[in-house]
């Protein structure tokens, strides 16, 4: 009874020595990924003046005498903060996605591996891809838009509406855009890891094409400013991405039902 029970004890240590092992890796995964967040947003903190100028651009090119006003003594001190902050998780992406990498490679098969990676090098370079089109498409033109459009009411007597641009809520709309934009781009990683994962097909997915126009289209109402040019430069290429992502998880059935006809096939000699 008591080798039994040492037995159960021996299990249960040697079981908790991975978990405090794995609870380690993930404790030093975060610390790297916060350190390179927190140096990064130092670093942006320190370049705001060049990072302030970058983003008010596509106002400086609708508007060559545009003028950014604060309300208080502390708007623009906390604006910069947040836009560091924001900086700063932005640039380190690269840096917490390789330590997301380590942390769960070494508990992938070589052919798992070879299939996330991929996913992995994709995202940033699709966020990017998205919030470059909005960057130098669809922000001036969402700019253009609405100056034009406050610039224009007037009253009957002839009184105009003068547009001014508070700091705090232009770098706000900027953020907004860029980020929906870019988070809009990774719709094909999304896609595909969900056929991926057996929770998507492509007949699922071409099947319900007419709901993702309707979602993308109301998508790109809510999350652009109400001019047309702005939500199709949006909607347009995210159905496009969707399309993509069909044939992509097309493609990952294709060569699933190839390797499991494999499998099947060397099974059956085997049993021979």
């Known amino acids: 009874m008591t080798d039994v029970k040492d037995d159960a004890d021996d299990h249960i240590e040697a079981s908790r020595a991975p978990l405090i092992e794995h609870l380690m890796e993930l404790r030093n995964r975060l610390v790297w990924s916060l350190i390179a967040v927190g140096s990064m947003a130092v670093i942006c903190f320190i370049f705001h003046a060049e990072i302030v100028q970058f983003l008010a651009a596509p106002l400086r090119r609708v508007d060559p005498d545009a003028v950014v006003t604060t309300l208080n003594p502390q708007e623009a001190f906390f604006t910069v903060m947040n836009l560091a902050i924001w900086g700063g998780f932005f640039f380190a992406f690269p840096i917490v996605a390789f330590q997301l990498w380590r942390f769960v490679a070494p508990g992938l098969y070589r052919n798992e591996q070879g299939a996330f990676l991929p996913f992995l ?30 610039e224009g ?5 002839g009184i105009g509406v003068e547009n001014e641009n508070r700091f705090s809520e232009y770098v706000g709309f900027i953020k907004v855009m860029l980020l929906a934009f870019g988070a809009s781009f990774e719709l094909p990683v999304l896609l595909t890891l ?20 309707v979602g993308i289209a109301a998508v790109a109402a809510m999350i652009t400013p109400p001019d047309f040019i702005s939500q199709i430069a949006l909607g347009v290429p995210v159905y496009l991405l969707y399309e993509i992502s069909i044939h992509l998880v097309r493609g990952f059935e294709r060569k699933r039902a190839e390797r499991e006809a494999e499998e099947d096939a060397e099974l059956g000699l085997t049993g021979e």
Not at 121 to 139: D, E, K
Request: net charge neutral; hydrophobic share 60%.
């Open 121 to 150: 090098i994709a995202t940033p370079f699709l966020f990017i891809l998205g919030a470059s089109l909005a960057y130098f498409m669809v922000i001036p033109l969402a700019l253009d838009f609405l100056i034009s459009f406050a």
């Open 153 to 157: 009411i007037s009253t009957e007597d």
């Open 194 to 213: 969900l056929g991926r994962a057996g929770i998507a097909s492509a007949d699922g997915l071409a099947a319900k094409r007419k709901y993702a126009i």
